[in-house]
């Protein structure tokens, strides 16, 4: 059967679209190509997928200095310690800087290397058949250098580029998307194909404050980089609200406003930090080394009111125990902003540094915000997926509905794998004449059944599955689709 596919990747206020329309055996390509939809969002954040695709990355560059080292005369392989002068080429995955030795041909990463930079850099880890180093000193910089506008920026563990130009940002982000679907897809360049698949890359008019959704953490004691360290703070001062340093699960950076989230939400952030150190409050931040401590995390999500298209904020405390009443005095500050208008608390007991807790209670006001996207109106709960950027949402989906072709005359079936919490499916079921939705998380489709009701939307059956685990009986669930969307590894498409 011939077979549309919506391959989509994301990345900061950026959105990629490929559609592939095939017959046999052309789908059997994407057995091994994961889909490229979960490519890291400006602010990192671990994830089965994002770890997948550096691996591959990895497994690239591992092959390239194989390949490299083949071809001369001796093998070349930097001591750790020793210093090299380098020169960055290209950007890869998660920002990090992709630089070749002179001479050998031999690859290292440099975290905050951009391309066209020349810099000094010392060894600090071998890794299989490649090496990873810090920057000591930069000799010339980069191309396209701007000054980054967040004061956090270089020592951040969230954003990486934001010295590099927008227009550079989307070059290497189209570059990594070109490569991976040619080195981990196997899709040739040099076929007609090639051209249906890479689609021209789409920008977001917004890179700032585009984020409905931000995750700070509570630390036990304030992370600065060297150069910043002043005079020892003691007491309650040492205590951080914040993002992790670099590369660090423990260290926390202070921050009193993060440029990627909502104006309101800074608003709230400032608000709390103003207050929750005073002693009188006896609030303590979470110790991951001593596993002590009340406050874990702080999420503040930004969503929009369904009838005045104003900004509705969602605050959730996300606490080792529940003890309400260590909570008042900050629930009493803040749902005095007049964008507040949900306050939660996430229990989570584990020594893990998940954010999402066993048990959940709303301190103030309603359990969900809601928001607003093609037309339709979502609910969104404290641990809902929902893309993290709404504006650029709308652009996706639209590209999704044109490229998926649907004639508008409710005759074609439209098939959601990996659904989330339906969005995708739902804004086309208005075209199609049934839309069916799978998903492995219990908790996303309950959003998904919430979402089709809320819209009246009664031609969209949502399932709970594993779809990693599926089997030639797959097909028999639904009727023959038209339209196949899928957000993750296409894995087992053939049994379709």
């Not at 750790?80 to 002179?102: D, H, I, N, P, Y």
């Not at 900004?311 to 009493?332: A, D, H, I």
């Not at 339709?376 to 490229?403: G, P, W």
Request: hydrophobic share 35%; glycine share 6%; with cysteine.
């Amino acid at each position: 059967m011939a077979m549309a596919a919506a391959i989509v990747a994301t990345m900061p206020a950026l959105k990629y679209l490929i559609r592939i329309t095939f017959t046999p055996p052309f789908p059997r390509k994407l057995q091994k190509f994961h889909s490229l939809a979960s490519l890291s969002p400006n602010f990192t954040q671990e994830g089965p997928q994002q770890q997948r695709l550096e691996q591959e990355q990895q497994n690239q560059l591992t092959n390239n200095n194989t390949t490299s080292r083949s071809s001369s005369s001796t093998s070349y392989f930097p001591k750790r310690g020793q210093t090299l002068e380098l020169v960055c080429e290209s950007l890869a995955f998660k920002g990090k800087g992709v630089c070749k030795v002179a001479g050998t041909g031999f690859v290292v990463m440099c975290d905050r290397a951009l391309p066209g930079e020349r810099f000094i850099g010392r060894v600090t880890r071998r890794k299989g058949s490649y090496a990873e180093v810090t920057k000591v000193e930069t000799i010339t910089p980069h191309w396209d250098l701007i000054d980054a506008p967040c004061e956090y920026a270089p020592y951040c563990g969230g954003c990486k580029t934001q010295n590099l130009s927008y227009e550079s940002q989307l070059r290497a982000k189209e570059q990594q998307v070109r490569e991976l679907t040619i080195h981990v897809g196997k899709f040739s360049d040099k076929v007609p194909e090639f051209c249906s698949i890479m689609k021209p890359i789409v920008p977001c008019v917004i890179q700032f404050h585009y984020r409905n959704k931000m995750e700070f953490s509570f630390g036990s004691k304030k992370w600065l980089p060297k150069e910043l360290l002043g005079e020892e703070q003691v007491g309650n001062e040492k205590y951080a609200l914040g993002l992790h340093a670099p590369g660090f699960f423990d260290k926390v950076l202070n921050v009193d406003k993060c440029l990627l989230q909502s104006e309101p939400a800074n608003t709230v952030l400032a608000a709390i930090q103003d207050c929750w150190r005073d002693s009188q409050f006896s609030l303590t931040p979470y110790d991951v080394h001593s596993h002590t401590g009340f406050l874990k995390h702080l999420m503040l999500r930004t969503g929009r009111n369904a009838e005045t298209g104003l900004p509705e904020l969602m605050v959730n405390f996300v606490t080792s125990s529940y003890k309400p009443e260590l909570l008042k005095p900050l629930v009493e500050k803040i749902s005095a902003i007049p964008e507040v208008v949900s306050i939660m608390n996430n229990v989570n007991t584990s020594v893990g540094n998940t954010s999402v807790g066993e048990e959940e209670y709303t301190l103030y006001g309603k359990s969900t915000i809601t928001e607003i996207l093609r037309g339709l109106t979502f609910q969104i709960s404290a641990n809902s997926f929902f893309q993290t950027n709404t504006h650029q949402a709308e652009v996706l989906y639209k590209l999704i509905e044109d490229c998926a072709g649907l004639r508008g005359d409710g005759s074609q079936i439209v098939l959601d794998l990996f659904c989330g919490t339906g969005t995708i499916g739902l804004t086309l079921a208005r075209r199609a004449k049934h839309v069916y939705g799978y998903e492995v998380v219990p908790q996303a489709i309950s959003d998904a059944h919430r979402n089709a009701k809320l819209n009246r939307i009664s031609n969209a059956t949502f399932v709970q599955g594993d779809l990693n685990k599926i089997d030639e009986s797959f097909g028999n669930n639904f009727p023959k689709p038209d339209v196949v969307i899928s957000g993750y590894p296409l894995v087992k498409c053939l049994v379709l």
